[in-house]
Each structure stands twice: as C-alpha cells, then as structure tokens.
C-alpha cells in the first residue's frame, strides 16, 4: 500500500471522481471531448496530484500540489454551472456534486495549512 492511499483526503478524491463520471455519463454525446471530457481530467487531476505530491521530498512542495488540486476542484464547481445551465445536470446532481466539493475543498485546505505550518 502506498502511503496516500491511507489519506482521507485521497480516498474522497477518488469518490469525487466516481461521482463526476457516474454525473456526466447522461451528456449529450456531442460533449464527450467538450465538457463531459474537462469536467473528468480535472476530477481526475485531484487525486493524481495529492498522490504525485505525496511522494516530494519537502513538505512545501507537496503543500503546492494540493494548491494544484484545489484548482482541479475549482474547474469541477465552475464547469457544473456550466452543465447545469445547458440542462446536463439536474439541479439534484448539480448539488451534489457542489456539496463534495465543497467538503474536498475543505479538506485540501486544512492539508495545505498543515503542511505549511512547519515547513
């Protein structure tokens, strides 16, 4: 087992994922390389960077790996709107992915600062 599987944070980076794909599996197929395919790299870009992170020498570099996984959280939310505003997302979905966000969000932050803390 490598060490950030054991990281909460991780772990709800990858239900985050499950969550956006099971989300955008109903688009049009005509989004498949437009929004679905964004909204998916950048769910996907969470928990690759907590884990690329994981494995840098120094504290202060994994500290900017979370930052850059934060900014994936950040594209989901924005890209949300965007799918709910073109009646891809019902307002259900569109909640429910906001709310995991939120929660990921939180955690990434409360790592980050932990990580800076010392370093």
């Not at 950040?74 to 569109?94: A, D, P, T």
Request: proline residues 1%.
């Amino acid at each position: 087992m490598f060490g950030f599987e054991k990281l909460e944070v991780w772990q709800k980076a990858i239900e985050f994922a499950d969550l956006v794909y099971s989300s955008t599996r109903g688009f049009p197929a005509d989004e498949r390389f437009g929004l679905t395919n964004q909204m998916r790299r950048a769910a996907v870009s969470v928990s690759s960077n907590i884990a690329e992170g994981s494995a840098r020498i120094s504290r202060k570099d994994f500290a900017r790996f979370i930052e850059i996984a934060t900014g994936s959280v950040f594209e989901v939310v924005s890209q949300s709107f965007i799918g709910r505003n073109q009646g891809f997302l019902s307002e259900e979905l569109f909640q429910r992915l906001y709310a995991s966000a939120e929660q990921q969000g939180k955690m990434l932050s409360g790592l980050r600062r932990s990580l800076l803390e010392d370093a």
